[in-house]
């Protein structure tokens, strides 16, 4: 499913929206212990998980705490591909009960990419009314993290697609290899929150405040990316692509539509503040698994330098090329030609 925003929108959540959070990480990192940390620390919070597992009985689901949690099974499948019209019913259900529970949190399978999770909640504006992704947390084996990423494309996706990573069993691994760790991390994504932890113990309010998806958290991250030359990383490419001439917004929404679909297996985010040909204010462009779509930001400045700015984050991907065929939707390069 492709959802593009039919025009600019900025979004402004409220008190009706739910609060979620995602929960990815590769096999054995910790998702299910550190869920029963985040409950018992909020035992006043009424949380509702959503547990998935690719097998017809939850293992994992039986392990959760139970007495103050709700808890839905989708089993038998994977949130990222035949489950997903099943996640949207369920998700269509709880919103008419949203009065029942204060945060929902959606645990993935340890081989699920969860972008295509993040993308049940970009279908149309229902979803966006009734839920707010707050943030999507991917637990890291500290001891196996380095392995998962040279082997598994899933947990490079995990990886890419997160907003905070939580650096789990460190009591198992040396400062050195954690202070490593922590370094590759930021090269592959600058500006991430990392936090350290053993046992699926990590600081839940800090985690539940963080905002990670304001418009000005999102405007600055982006904003303070280098230009610098493609950073490689355990198969996976960083770099950052500037442009001081405004796009032209139709020609740049059908190339981002073809880009995504056409390299869908090697590009794993896109996420970029664009200059538009009339557009008095910032655009945040950000794709998630086949979709992408673009926001209102802030006002540009008067003193301002306006220039857009697009990180890509994936797998082989070619930066000369992705430069060129960007090139091709710049509104001068429209009226030149």
């Known amino acids: 499913m492709i959802f593009l925003k039919p025009k600019f929108a900025s979004k402004k959540m409220t008190q009706h929206h739910i609060p979620v959070f995602i929960i990815t990480g590769f096999l054995g990192s910790g998702k299910t212990t550190f869920i029963n940390h985040f409950i018992k620390t909020n035992q006043t919070l009424r949380v509702l998980v959503i547990e998935n597992e690719i097998g017809k009985t939850n293992i994992d689901g039986a392990l959760l705490i139970q007495d103050q949690t709700d808890i839905r099974e989708l089993t038998a499948g994977c949130l990222c591909c035949d489950l997903n019209e099943k996640l949207y019913d369920l998700l269509y259900e709880l919103s008419q009960k949203k009065d029942a529970f204060d945060v929902l949190i959606i645990e993935t399978t340890g081989i699920a990419d969860p972008a295509a999770v993040a993308e049940t909640f970009w279908t149309g504006g229902y979803m966006q009314k009734h839920y707010e992704i707050r943030s999507v947390i991917c637990l890291a084996d500290a001891k196996n993290i380095i392995n998962s990423l040279d082997q598994n494309e899933e947990a490079r996706r995990q990886l890419t697609f997160a907003d905070v990573v939580l650096l789990n069993k460190c009591d198992q691994a040396e400062r050195d290899a954690i202070n490593h760790i922590k370094n590759i991390i930021s090269d592959i994504q600058p500006e991430i929150h990392i936090f350290e932890g053993s046992e699926g113990v990590f600081p839940i309010d800090q985690l539940i405040n963080l905002d990670v998806h ?8 982006i904003s303070d990316q280098s230009p610098s030359k493609t950073k490689k990383h355990q198969g996976i490419h960083t770099f950052t692509l500037t442009y001081e001439d405004a796009f032209d917004y139709r020609k740049l929404k059908h190339i981002l539509m073809l880009l995504i679909n056409v390299n869908k297996q090697q590009i794993y985010r896109i996420k970029g503040i664009l200059n538009i040909e009339g557009m008095d204010e910032k655009i945040i462009l950000q794709s998630v698994y086949k979709s992408y779509r673009m926001e209102e930001g802030s006002p540009w400045a008067e003193n301002e330098k306006r ?9 082989e991907v070619e930066k000369e090329s992705i430069d060129r065929v960007f090139k091709q939707c710049l509104a001068k390069a429209s009226s030149d030609s």
């Open 307 to 315: 220039e857009s700015k697009i990180v890509f984050i994936g797998h």
């Open 214 to 221: 304001l418009t000005s958290k999102k405007e600055k991250m």
